[in-house]
């Protein structure tokens, strides 16, 4: 049983007065693009954290597997093979040039120098020899670059080439100078268009055509790719390497200093390989007559001992302490944020401290550079994403990335007579209007639920889950589903007993957390969906339609709705199913989803119209990149086609040992929406949107032209699409003439 009231945050003096709570929650597209954005790098990439609208297209199939569907049916048969009724519309446009510059041939020296193989190195150069194409995935601090370098010159390459890895897969070494290999470090692909199979064989081909080779370096690639996980080489041999080179390869010197007891410890903690070449310029100026115990302080031993350091040391006031929280919150994020909420924080600590009234905070206290140096901190120059653009900022960091999970884990865990104020701090910040304060909110509150979830539940959880704000109850998605990902296993058990609640808007909260973690609960997202959908009344089913005519208001001013009442759903209920279902739909899951959406067509009314308002709705979205493609289309056109001449029929279930092939089942919903009658005219307006848009979209043209080729199975249908395409050629002014079907 969960609580639905709010947790205390009663208002502090010197607190700003929050804002009133919008009426209808923030688009979930707009959300997920948030919260990605602003998230801790530790949990950007985990698991495959849905990636805001980002199908896996890859290869020639959707994520590079032959996805097929096993069941289901619609209204008329699917027929595939070839037709009489031919479109051909628009034309291609080329491709920019990839962007290079060379590596310095006295980096690859210096490198080559003090470089070590991992335990990964031969397996991976015995791929790339044989593949020309390699990628390389690991953290950022494995030396995973270095590694990328000494692979290209073990064959060969002297002459290797950076490429700026700010560039769709398509167009990957697309004009790039000759070389001999190439290096494309930290690759991140488009969130709508990741590297697949045939963008590697492509790559192939034009490496063997010069005799090159080309690493790709990335976290966290697509898991149907081949890849190298590459490991870190032994700290030691890399500390010894370092050593020769610094101290002139002077054997006796450098057996004293590996003999260091400080040294056996710190190389038995595993470290980085950056700090492992930070420890040797240490080392090297260490004389025999220095303390030994100077060079102890690397390492995350000393992580942990900073910290208990800061918060067991009664002398360290207790403003130093809240910054030291609220930088833990905000790291890498502007300094001016962090000093900010820390007052906010202090404020509440001082409440627990004091019996009385609290005392006031000085407007001028310790300097930015002492609050650095006690934080172990760094500030940099660096740009804040906001909503009006860039902004120069600067970035306050702790030195080590592990201060801050290791400080807020001991601060939650050690110290819970600071939880109330914690609790009330990350409320009232959870609220806030920025997003990068609601992403660090829901990031804390997930690591917090990763050491000791009862505590977190209670306090914070289960009441933004049910609170009428809905800024609380995505807080409270966005924590668990990251909470999932930093290790949570009770997260599923948790989303099932809010999916059945009573309470609508903690219902609500599920399903928007479903659709964030569907990529790796898909069967059990579809399935609290489907129960969800079978809550609705007509009331709500109406606005599953109403939210696809052309002319509905803004995503910000949703029309109006009847006022909610006892016993039935959330007026928003609706809605939170559209845009769930929508976000699988274009999820690493995009295929079982969509062969759940092609059952919910013969089932009840509810999951009809879910099943198309969500279809037609997912087809509006495009891809994030200048030519802004349509994403079902791609996916369609990416498919396989079936064998020429076969009939896919969809009247009845299919025989799950010949599934139905991903193009037929997405030819079977347009199909079904083009013939009902609520949705008939949304389908059209999609169809006429592409057929616009593809005079500014390579290839485009092609892919409608195989569409609309297998839509027209009657003579109905080809007149219809023969009207809309007539149509479209009157608000195309200045653009390719769009040919009409033959035969008018």
């Not at 020639?60 to 996805?67: K, N, R, S």
């Not at 290079?100 to 031969?122: C, H, K, M, Y």
């Not at 390389?136 to 290797?160: E, F």
């Not at 609170?467 to 668990?480: E, G, I, T, V």
């Amino acid at each position: 049983m969960i609580a639905d009231a709010e947790p205390e945050a009663p208002h502090q003096e010197g607190d700003e007065l929050q804002e009133a709570p919008p009426e209808a929650p923030q688009d979930a597209f707009e959300a997920v693009q948030e919260l990605l954005e602003h998230v801790p790098d530790s949990f950007a990439g985990r698991h495959y954290l849905f990636a805001g609208g980002n199908p896996r297209f890859g290869g020639d199939l959707v994520g590079g597997d032959h996805h097929t569907v096993s069941g289901g049916r619609v209204h008329g048969d699917v027929v595939t093979g070839h037709k009489t009724t031919v479109y051909q519309l628009g034309s291609a446009f080329g491709t920019p040039p990839h962007a290079s510059g060379e590596v310095p041939e006295e980096e690859l020296g210096a490198l080559a120098e003090v470089f070590r193989p991992g335990p990964a190195f031969q397996q991976a150069l015995r791929q790339l020899r044989e593949q020309r194409v390699l990628i390389l995935t690991g953290r950022a601090d494995t030396g995973r670059r270095s590694a990328a370098l000494m692979l290209l010159h073990a064959l060969g390459a002297h002459r290797i080439r950076n490429l700026d890895p700010a560039v769709s897969p398509t167009a990957l070494l697309t004009g790039a100078e000759r070389a001999e290999g190439y290096l494309l470090a930290d690759y991140t692909t488009p969130r709508t268009r990741p590297l697949g199979r045939a963008d590697l064989d492509r790559l192939r081909e034009t490496l063997a055509k010069q005799d090159g080779h080309l690493v790709i370096t990335t976290t966290q690639a697509n898991r149907d790719l081949p890849t190298v996980d590459w490991l870190p080489p032994d700290p030691g041999l890399v500390l010894t390497a370092h050593l020769r080179t610094l101290l002139d390869d002077q054997a006796p010197v450098i057996a004293r200093l590996i003999a260091l007891e400080p040294v056996e410890e710190f190389l038995a903690k595993c470290p980085p390989v950056r700090e492992v070449a930070e420890f040797a310029v240490r080392l090297a100026d260490h004389s025999p007559e220095s303390d030994a115990s100077e060079l102890t302080g690397f390492g995350h031993g000393i992580v942990q001992e900073n910290v208990d350091r800061w918060f067991g040391d009664p002398e360290l006031h207790l403003r130093d302490k809240a910054f030291l929280i609220s930088l833990a919150v905000f790291d890498h994020a502007p300094y001016t944020l962090a000093a900010e909420s820390a007052d906010k924080l202090f404020r509440r600590l001082e409440v627990i401290r004091t019996a009385g009234e609290p005392d006031g905070i000085p407007p001028f206290g310790s300097s930015v550079e002492d609050r650095m140096t006690l934080a172990r901190a760094r500030l940099t120059e660096d740009t804040e994403q906001t909503p009006w653009g860039p902004v120069p900022q600067r970035m306050a960091s702790f030195l080590d990335p592990r201060t801050s999970p290791t400080l807020l884990r001991e601060v939650w865990t050690s110290h819970p007579s600071a939880r109330p104020a914690l609790t009330g701090w990350l409320h009232a910040l959870a609220t806030d209007s920025r997003a990068l304060v609601r992403a660090r909110v829901a990031s804390t509150t997930a690591l917090l639920a990763s050491v000791d979830l009862s505590a977190t539940m209670s306090g914070l959880l289960g009441p933004w889950s049910g609170a009428k704000d809905f800024r609380l109850c995505l807080q409270a998605a966005n924590s668990l589903a990251l909470a999932y990902h930093a290790g949570t296993a009770a997260v599923p058990r948790i989303l099932r007993g809010w999916a059945g609640d009573d309470n609508a808007r903690r219902r609500w909260t599920a399903v928007r957390c479903y659709a964030l973690l569907g990529p790796l609960l898909p069967a059990q997202a579809l399935e609290a969906i489907a129960l969800g959908a079978e809550r609705l009344g007509a009331a709500e089913l109406d606005q599953l339609a109403a939210r696809l005519r052309t002319d509905r208001p803004a995503p910000d001013r949703p029309a109006p709705e009847r006022p909610d009442q006892p016993g039935q759903p959330d007026r928003f209920q609706a809605l939170g199913l559209l845009e769930a279902t929508e976000l699988l739909l274009l999820s690493h899951e995009a295929e079982q989803t969509l062969r759940a959406l092609v059952r919910w067509l013969t089932g009840p009314a509810a999951l009809r119209q879910l099943a198309l308002a969500a279809f037609l709705t997912a087809a509006r979205r495009t891809e994030d990149t200048a030519e802004g493609r349509p994403l079902l289309l791609d996916w369609y056109a990416r498919s396989p086609r079936p064998e020429p001449g076969g009939v896919v029929s969809v009247t009845v279930l299919a025989d799950p040992a010949q599934p139905a092939p991903v193009r037929s089942l997405l030819v079977a919903l347009w199909r079904t929406a083009l013939e009902d009658r609520l949705y008939r005219d949304a389908a059209l307006a999609v169809l006429r949107g592409w057929l616009i848009g593809a005079a500014d979209q390579p290839g485009t043209d092609a892919r409608l032209t195989e569409l609309f080729d297998d839509l027209a199975v009657t003579e109905r249908d080809r007149q219809r699409l023969d009207h809309l395409v007539r149509s479209v050629r009157t608000v195309r002014p200045g653009g390719p003439a769009t040919p009409v079907l033959p035969g008018h």
